[in-house]
Each structure stands twice: as C-alpha cells, then as structure tokens.
C-alpha cells in the first residue's frame, strides 16, 4: 500500500466561493483545528509507519483519573510522522499539495427507487404506459431461471462512505488550520472527513 506524505480528518463546515486565479469557485471548507496526533505505527515494531489521528476531543474521567478521548480516529500510512509534530513543517508539507482525495459518509436518502438510486431513465409517460418508474424485467429465461446478484433494483440509498479522488486544493489556511477544496466532498455539514494527497496524483 504507498503511503501518503499527509493526511488529515476534519469536519466538513459547509461550501462557499472563493477566486482561484482570478475565477470565482465553489469550495468546500474543511476544519482541522481540533485533529491531533494520537498515535504512531513503526516500522521496527509494526513493520509499516502510519499516523493515529484524533479529532474533536472530550474529557473522560475514570478511576479518579482524566484523560482526553477523541470522538473521530483514523490511521494514515504516512511516510514521515513527524510532520504532525511540527505546525511549520505541515504548512510546507499541505503547500506542496495540488490535489486530494476525500473520503466521508454519505448522506441517508432511505428507501429509494431504481430511477433515482440508480439513474434509470424512467418508462413513458403518455399513451396508457403503466411503468412510469418500475423497474421492468429482472428475471432471466429458462436457463438460468434466477435473478443474477448485483442487479440494480429498489434498495437503501446512502449512508455509505464514499471517496471522491482528486479534488484540486484551492486555498489552505494554516493558521485557522482551514482545506479549502474545490467542489463538493461526502457527507453533511459538521461530518467528519479524511483527506489525503491524492493517490493518482
């Protein structure tokens, strides 16, 4: 598995717009002001080297001792961990960055047809049709007489994760510790996310 030079987890605040070389663009902003480092995998005791990543923190007290447990933790393979440890060397690191994949959970749509789950085109509309939006056929002919696996039918839609690859990093604020990519990114607003320098960069 290639590892990656950094990866983040964040909340996803919401879209906005802002220039990217003089033409306006809708971005999604991501905050990472809470994320630490929790964690490392080495090489010598693992066999790989990754970073254990929290965010959004809260205080738990047990056996009269309190202690700081994140809410959201992921595990990077990350070929240097110390850029985690130094704020000037993760703004050199995210400024290197040109594009990145994202990766959160998609928004619940329940239950839903096979045109909207799947983008059928949907039957006609006039002249006495009765299949406006059913799924037609599924079945096969005598042989093999059975509905093959995976066929694209009625069925929950959503709450899966999803990665959209190669989102362009427009704007990184490394003080207000701030992703600024371009387009949309999975998941609602105050959802946690991971991103990480694309992997098909």
Known sequence: MKANKVGIIGKKLGMTQVYDNGVMTGVTVIDFSDMELIGKRTM??????????????????????????????????????????????????????????VSGIMKGRGFA????????????????????????????????ARVFKGKKMPGHMGNTRVTVLGQKLVKFDAEKRLLFIRGQVPGANNGYVMVRDAIKA
Request: no cysteine; proline share 3%.
């Open 113 to 144: 047809g096979a045109i909207k789950r799947h983008h059928f085109s949907g039957g006609p509309a006039t002249h006495g049709a009765k299949m406006h939006r059913r799924t037609g056929s599924i079945g096969q002919h005598t042989f093999p």
């Open 44 to 101: 010598e005791k693992d066999g790989y080297t990754a970073a254990v990543l929290g965010y959004d923190f809260k205080t738990v007290r047990r056996k009269d001792k309190e202690f700081k447990k994140p809410k959201f933790a992921r595990e990077f393979r990350i070929e240097d961990t110390a850029v985690y440890e130094d704020e000037a060397k993760l703004s050199e690191v995210m400024g290197s960055v040109k594009t990145m994949d």
